[in-house]
């Protein structure tokens, strides 16, 4: 923030520009009005303008309330609204103080608002990074209130959009048809964002959208606000368009069955809600947060990513010491740098066979794996391969040795017989309850203290919160449990992640359940869905991209027939797929054909000579598999612009119907690049016109390219290195 250096203005205009405050970006502003005294105004968020008075004299300048209360409102939707222990239901905040505190290349600006008459305070929190044009913001509310106040809705943000034809763009899907893309016009009225799972917020919509301001959507012009809630429970992200065609979002915690009863003193502060301004289209708008959450967010999220097997549609429950040890060897031989044990490893008294026990033992299964979890650390060691496995710590089952002795760990109405999810027998444990906390901690500590080179872990959820009950929570906080079970998570994972920094965290959650920003400050990577047909995979990666960088996002070869669709597709294609993320397989190696075999030793080796660029790079989307078509087509390109990676896909063949030009983006239009097909079906054979050819960035990215796509399941990756003399 800087209050305006006004020296240049005339004594009147000082006066009317004196209390602003610019959240300032590299290319972005938010102002706000804040007088002693007044409400706090929100006045402007866009394109950081020459002069403040610009603002003004265009009459965009907003003048809302910055966090709107309820009670003294009208009819204005509200960020906050609580009842006081004297039963009045109305807040009518005015700004006291702020205060600004610098860190590199972060600026917190903190707004600190009073109730005119009751000791109540919010301070509403911005935190601007500035060299990828992002701003976070949330709110902190406490009181010194005799007695505790009802929270009854608790946004982190309210955030008001000048009028224009606004348009969305948001994810919506199910449990194995995750993020796809969305794309509508705003119209008068409110549209809602929400999740009431409990403990998987991204299957159905992710807590995530676009506002497009001026019409629909392009990926490459046009002003474009994107935000993205960091919550991992239930969220309400609500935008609704006025009569005056001014859109207002009010994004937070979803307050349906939470309503909190917050102390005197103590602080609640909700999660961030995260923005960025784009004039750059949805691409300009993806691009500063893939490159703010590598930097800034991400646990470790420029460290490369290995390319690993999974076990889980290999040999899905049945797992033993032969067939790991098979995997290992098969994966290493290829190329392979990591190793997954998924479920199926663990329990004693109760096997786990099935989804129907042994959530909760965490000890090695000594049937199926009498060498223990040493003797498979040992085993990837003698491949030269890292070893990782699959945990569900947050659950249990009733069938368990778990739950035999801590029955009063699980989420229930203990005057109901608790509904059950996976197996009949799965159970959720109770994370608001510290001594739970303290086991799912255990979880992990203890694999981790008698086998430290377990060097990853695919953490699972698989169930909703359908018991709504704490056994630990008292009586008159029962409404807190949607809260308080994601802030108990948070704190084990914290623990986790400051004695393991190193130790590679997968979210998965049913597939792609737990796809957010809450959570990605804790979790390497995220798995976005349980369908692996490549075909399927081509939007849920389109879409996740939206929000999410490519190093997140885990993307796995699978078996033809695919598991899920039945669907067959030639390797080449899985493999052009998967490798726009972070490339991994999950099949059964051996049941490759020889020819396969071959050719996932390649594509891995090519993928290793990507990766930096795929991983690190800046995303450009060229054609998007969402409308329909039956093309798609993205690239990578290296922030110093001398390497780039094209991918280009064509999903269904049909006589007559020519591929598109590719038009390519992002290039240096004054370099030229040496275009390469890699990953080639034959070693040595490219198959397109333009091999070793010398094209300038400036043609190809106002002419661009044909490429040979002539049947079902084409695919190309192509990569482009600057030419240098
Ligand atoms: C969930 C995950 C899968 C797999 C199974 C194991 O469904 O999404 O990837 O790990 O659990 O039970």
Redesign the pocket.
């Known amino acids: 923030m800087k209050k305006l250096l006004l020296g240049l203005f005339l004594v009147f205009q000082v006066s009317v520009y004196a209390d602003n405050y610019v959240i300032a970006t590299k290319s972005t502003s938010l102002v706000l009005e804040a007088k002693k005294g007044e409400r706090l105004n929100f006045i402007y968020y866009g394109k950081s303008p020459k002069n403040i008075s610009e603002i003004y004299d265009s009459g965009i300048a907003l003048w809302r309330d910055a966090y709107p209360t309820f009670g003294m409102n009208g009819g204005q939707e509200n960020a906050l609204q609580v009842i006081h222990p004297d039963g009045n239901m109305s807040l009518d905040l005015v700004y006291v103080s702020s205060s600004v505190v610098a860190k590199g290349d972060t600026e917190t600006t903190t707004f600190t608002l009073q109730d005119k008459v009751y000791p109540f305070k919010v301070n509403l929190v911005f935190k601007a990074y500035k060299a990828n044009d992002v701003i976070e913001t949330w709110s902190e509310i406490s009181h010194d209130e005799k007695k505790p106040v009802l929270l009854q809705k608790f946004a982190s943000s309210y955030l008001p959009i000048r009028s224009g034809n606004h348009w969305i763009t948001h994810l919506e899907g199910s449990f194995v048809n995750e993020a796809g893309v969305v794309e509508e016009q705003l119209t008068r009225g409110c549209k809602v964002l929400k999740n009431m799972d409990g403990i998987r917020n991204t299957h159905t919509s992710n807590p995530s959208f676009m506002i497009a301001l001026d019409g629909k959507p392009s990926e490459t012009v046009g002003d474009v606000i994107a935000g993205s809630l960091a919550w991992s429970g239930n969220y309400k992200i609500s935008l609704d368009k006025n009569e005056s065609n001014l859109l207002e979002i009010i994004s937070g915690i979803n307050e349906t069955a939470s309503q909190y009863s917050l102390a005197p003193k103590e602080v609640f502060s909700t999660p961030e809600m995260i923005l960025t301004y784009s004039t750059e289209g949805k691409g300009g708008a993806s691009r500063n947060l893939h490159k703010w959450a590598r930097e800034s967010k991400i646990i470790n999220g420029t460290v490369s990513k290995d390319i690993l097997l999974n076990s ?1 549609e290999g040999v899905y429950f049945n797992v033993n010491q032969q067939n790991m040890n098979e995997m290992m060897r098969d994966f290493a031989s290829i190329g392979g740098e990591l190793f997954v044990m ?2 199926g490893w663990f329990g004693n008294k109760y096997q786990r066979n099935g ?1 129907e026990s042994s959530l909760g033992d965490w000890d090695v299964c000594v049937k199926k794996l009498p060498g223990g979890i040493n003797g498979l650390l040992e085993c990837a060691k003698n491949n030269k391969i890292k070893f990782g496995l ?1 945990i569900e710590p947050e659950m249990t089952n009733s069938v368990s040795e778990l739950y035999d002795k801590h029955p009063e760990w699980i989420l229930r109405q203990t005057n109901r017989e608790p509904s059950k999810g996976r197996g009949n027998t799965q159970l959720v444990l109770d994370l608001t309850n510290p001594k739970v906390q303290d086991f799912v901690f255990g979880v992990v500590d203890k694999l981790m203290i008698s086998h430290q080179n377990i060097a990853y872990m ?1 953490w ?1 959820a ?1 169930m909703s919160l359908v018991n709504y009950g704490s056994q630990y929570l008292p009586k008159d906080k029962q409404s807190h449990l949607y809260v308080e079970f994601h802030r108990g998570l948070r704190k084990v994972l914290e623990r986790i992640r400051s004695k393991y920094p190193n130790l590679v965290l997968q979210a ?4 792609g359940g737990r796809v957010n920003y809450g959570l990605l400050p804790y979790f390497d990577e995220a ?1 976005t869905s ?1 369908n692996t047909d490549a075909m399927q995979r081509l939007n849920i990666q389109w879409g996740t991209l939206c929000f999410y960088p490519s190093s997140i996002m885990a993307s796995h070869v699978s078996a033809s027939p695919n598991h899920q669709t039945g669907r067959v597709v030639p390797v080449k294609f899985r493999f052009d797929v998967a490798m726009m993320g972070r490339l991994g397989m999950e099949m059964q190696p051996k049941d490759l054909k020889e020819y396969e075999t071959e050719y996932a030793k390649r594509a891995i080796a090519t993928y290793k000579s990507i990766r930096p660029v795929v991983q690190q790079g800046d995303l450009y989307k060229l054609i998007s598999p969402c409308d329909n078509s039956q093309f798609a087509s993205l690239m990578y390109v290296a922030s110093n612009k001398s390497r780039a990676v094209l991918f280009a896909y064509r999903t269904l063949y049909l006589k007559e119907q020519p591929s598109p030009r590719f038009i390519l983006q992002g290039l240096d239009p004054d370099k030229s690049y040496v275009l390469n097909e890699i990953g080639n079906l034959k070693a040595g054979v490219s198959t397109i016109s333009q091999e070793g050819k010398i094209i300038s960035g400036k043609f190809l990215m106002t002419q661009g390219i044909s490429l040979p796509l002539d049947k079902d399941y084409g695919s190309l990756v192509i990569e482009l290195n600057e030419y240098k003399l």
């Open positions: 889980w998924d479920d989804g699959w695919k699972d698989n998965c959650a049913s597939g798995w349980d």
